[in-house]
């Protein structure tokens, strides 16, 4: 069975690749904060939110994620997590898709600390929910 390294993970947002301006990609499960519990969700163990959470580089260009979020908050888009890197996806090695809410995040969106480093980048954190539990995709390109 192959093991997930850390360098081979790919994201895409709606139908753009955004691999190269991410360095942190998680889909996270977190019990979901509600009012009202139903007896089905509390027979399951309680109801689940499902999240992206990303960090990523801060780039005001159009197509780049930051402008993404910029443009669209509130909207619904359709993301795929590539943990492989794989082209297509297989049982033994499945990409996961779903669609998220666009969320601007609370803290720093843009700026940031200075660094001596020619390579360092400004970046920001962002939590976007899924609609509903993420697909486990085994068959078909990325």
Known sequence: MAQLGTRS???KIGTTEHTAAVSKVQVV???AD???V???DAAAGGAVE???EFTAAQDMA???VWRYLWDNPGTTVA???NPYGNATASPAEPHYSGNVTVKVPTGVVIGGEANASTSARQTFDARWVFTAKPTEVTTGAF
């Open 62 to 64: 159009t197509g780049s």
């Open 50 to 52: 499902w999240a992206l």
């Open 29 to 31: 499960a977190a019990d």
């Open 38 to 40: 139903t007896f089905a």
């Open 34 to 36: 509600s009012d009202f």
């Open 9 to 11: 993970l790919k994201v």
């Open 79 to 81: 993301v795929k997590v």
